[in-house]
């Protein structure tokens, strides 16, 4: 069975900080996706990241890059200089190569100026 | 602007009434998803519709029906819901699998 968990409830920082927000998952299947989804206060979900399990070099985009570790079935975004406009509740999520995706519980960052 | 439009936003109903909720995709993608979100949880997956044909039904209750009319709309048919049935619905729709974009939702309280 799949599961997602983001230990992390709710994080706050101070604006300019970087933050860690940590992912576990756990699936049988050898070829499955992760994702990273941004649900800010306006409710829409956004997709940030797809990662495959066959594909684990790091990534960065701007300020957002994601370290994947099969050996500890992780897979965590660091925001660099966060900004007010980054807080937002920030899913983590996997699929096991099908358009079943599943959420994790969410970790809510709160960037404060 | 959001690709994908939700209508309404917001609806009442009583728990003997009909209703639906609509939703609408131009982006020519295969695939699209209704979701439950209650306050602070995560999107809980309920239908998914691809090329037009249910694939995913969560062994969501009968008094949530899904309808794909085309490959550009889904909607939800409600009836006969209960109060624990409020929240928010989300649609979204794919071409690739787990890359959503979804709608704004539609907000929903059954009275």
């Known amino acids: 069975a799949q599961k997602v968990t983001q230990a992390q409830t709710e994080i706050s920082v101070v604006e300019k900080e970087d933050v860690t927000l940590d992912c576990v998952y756990e699936t049988r299947d050898t070829t499955y996706y992760l994702f990273w989804y941004k649900q800010p206060p306006s409710g829409e979900l956004v997709f940030l990241i797809r990662r495959n399990s066959f594909d684990e070099q790091n990534e960065i985009s701007g300020r957002y890059s994601w370290n994947f570790q099969k050996s500890t079935s992780s897979f965590n975004f660091t925001i660099t200089a966060s900004q007010v406009v980054d807080s937002a509740v920030y899913f983590c999520a996997l699929s096991e190569d099908t358009d079943k995706l599943i959420f994790g519980t969410g970790t809510r960052l709160q960037v404060f100026p | 602007d959001t690709e994908v439009t939700q209508t309404p936003k917001h609806l009442v109903m009583g728990m003997t009434n009909k209703k639906s909720l609509k939703c609408e995709q131009h982006m020519g993608h295969r695939a699209m998803y209704w979701y439950k979100q209650k306050a602070k949880k995560p999107p809980e997956l309920m239908f998914v519709?691809?090329?037009?044909?249910?694939?995913i039904n969560e062994s969501v209750p009968s008094r949530f029906s899904p309808e794909c009319p085309n490959s550009s709309l889904l909607n939800l048919h409600l009836h006969a819901l209960q109060p624990e049935d409020s929240a928010l619905y989300l649609c979204a729709s794919s071409q690739v699998a787990g890359e959503l974009f979804f709608g704004e939702g539609s907000r929903l309280t059954v009275l």
């Open positions: 519709y691809s090329y037009e044909k249910l694939s």
